[in-house]
């Protein structure tokens, strides 16, 4: 099985970054572009109170599980950093392009479709994180 990596890292090296490194990176208060496996990948991430937010915009290309990859990421930088809870927005609601393969996984998860702002629908999901 082949290893599908974030901008060349693995999830392992990801988290092996110093907190303050890897918190510039992604929390910048704008969206950023990124390249996983072979998806390039539109996504805003902050942190509200002591929730961790995955705002996914857009994914261009992948199919190799990059999803389950960024979940699993998102899950165990909130445990190891102390979050409550991990919160989902996945903007695929009005695809141009629907991906049937994507909204099944979504909804397999328990993703819903939810506004988060007048007019903007998303497939959310909120869920606590377990402690280590």
Known sequence: MRTITIEGLTPDEILGLPKEHFDQLIFTGDPIVFRAGTAEVLGEFAIEHSTLVM???????????????LWKLAERYAQTNGYVQVDWRVHAVNCPKPNPKLRRLLEKRGFVIEEIRPGVPVYRHVYVVENI
């Open 55 to 69: 705002e996914l915009a857009h994914i261009d290309g992948g199919g190799e599980g990059v999803l389950p990859v």
